[in-house]
């Protein structure tokens, strides 16, 4: 069955770095669009970026525009989230998510807290 595993969360401190990391399994990896998604309490789950099966296009929501960078391995099966110059506004739970033929799928989630 499709499973996606993220690790790599955690606290920092604001102006800090974290690298999230989502493992793949279950379906064609290559071809399929990979997003990451974070989520507050009370509020709605908002993309935060995106990248095509092949990595030639990668999209970012403005929050996180020149401080984030999204990349993949589709030898290891991977989507990783480099994130840079935290901010306390980038406290949430970060989702992996893979649309394949079979549908879209999630991760379980993983906190990322940004706090001095």
């Known amino acids: 069955q499709v499973q996606l595993v993220e690790s790599g969360g955690g606290l920092v401190e604001p102006g800090g770095s974290l690298k999230l990391s989502c493992v793949a399994s279950?379906?064609?990896?290559?071809?399929?669009?990979m997003m990451w998604y974070r989520q507050v309490p009370g509020k709605e789950r908002e993309l935060v970026a995106r990248?095509?099966?092949?990595?030639?296009?990668?999209d970012y929501a403005d929050a996180v525009k020149g401080r984030f960078t999204m990349s993949r391995d589709n030898t290891k099966r991977t989507a990783d989230l480099q994130m840079m110059s935290l901010k306390p506004e980038d406290t949430a739970t970060y989702y992996c998510?893979?649309?394949?033929?079979?549908?879209?799928?999630w991760g379980q989630g993983i906190q990322v807290t940004v706090s001095a």
């Open positions: 998510k893979s649309r394949t033929t079979r549908g879209e799928f």
């Open positions: 279950g379906f064609n990896f290559d071809a399929a669009p």
């Open positions: 990248i095509f099966s092949q990595g030639t296009r990668i």
